[in-house]
T-cell receptor, first 109, second 114 residues
């Protein structure tokens, strides 16, 4: 069956540092989405990627859809305290959709 | 406009009782999803409704779990004979169309089974 791996599971960083997280799968996907979940709330979409090789930025966030269509990464530059939360990758294709296990980010002021 | 709403926000129930959790999706959204999230864990897919198609129930963990979506809008997730392992946050999401479209999540219902 399909395997989706998200890493790292958790990160503790100093404010101002850059962050990188990624997801890899055993299957190819047509779309990679990245969500962020603040404590006590539901996830919110950060970035959507629809084309292999696509590199998209949203403020301090940058995400790329891997050329093999089996992976994606999300970078956060110059982290700030409000970046705290859990980040999920969410690839999908056809009627198949998945959520990664999440990367928990803690930013130390 | 109004986002996805869920009720109740918190529910405490005794083991063995039935519970109903409600989700009001964004108006006009054709797809609706239910997930379960245990403390500090990822999202566990439960069920997916898309338009008038038969729902994808492949994520329901047991026959104690069921869900319906009336009139293509409001959805109710029912858990019968609750067990302590059912304790979790139950999240509902909706999207304009089906898979691949952005999912908008509600705030969740925190279920505690004592």
């Amino acid at each position: 069956g399909q395997q989706l791996n998200q890493s790292p599971q958790s990160m503790f960083i100093q404010e101002g540092e850059d962050v990188s997280m990624n997801c890899t799968s055993s299957s190819i996907f047509n779309t990679w989405l990245w969500y962020k979940q603040d404590p006590g709330e539901g996830p919110v979409l950060l970035i959507a990627l629809y084309k292999a090789g696509e590199l998209t930025s949203n403020g301090r966030l940058t995400a790329q859809f891997g050329i093999t269509r089996k992976d994606s990464f999300l970078n956060i530059s110059a982290s700030i305290p409000s970046d705290v939360g859990i980040y999920f990758c969410a690839p999908n294709t056809g009627n198949q959709f998945y959520f990664g296990t999440g990367t928990s980010l803690t930013v130390i002021p | 406009g109004a986002g996805v709403s869920q009720s109740p926000s918190n529910k405490v129930t005794e083991k063995g009782k039935d519970v109903e959790l409600r989700c009001d999706p964004i108006s006009g959204h054709t797809a609706l999803y239910w997930y379960r999230q245990s403390l500090g864990q990822g999202l566990e897919f439960l069920i997916y409704f898309q338009g008038n198609s038969a729902p994808d129930k492949s994520g329901l963990p047991s026959d104690r779990f069921s869900a319906e979506r009336t009139g293509g809008s409001v959805s109710t997730l029912t858990i019968q004979r609750t067990q302590q392992e059912d304790s979790a946050v139950y999240l509902c999401a909706s999207s304009l169309f089906g898979v691949g479209w952005e999912q908008y999540f509600g705030p969740g219902t925190r279920l505690t089974v004592t």
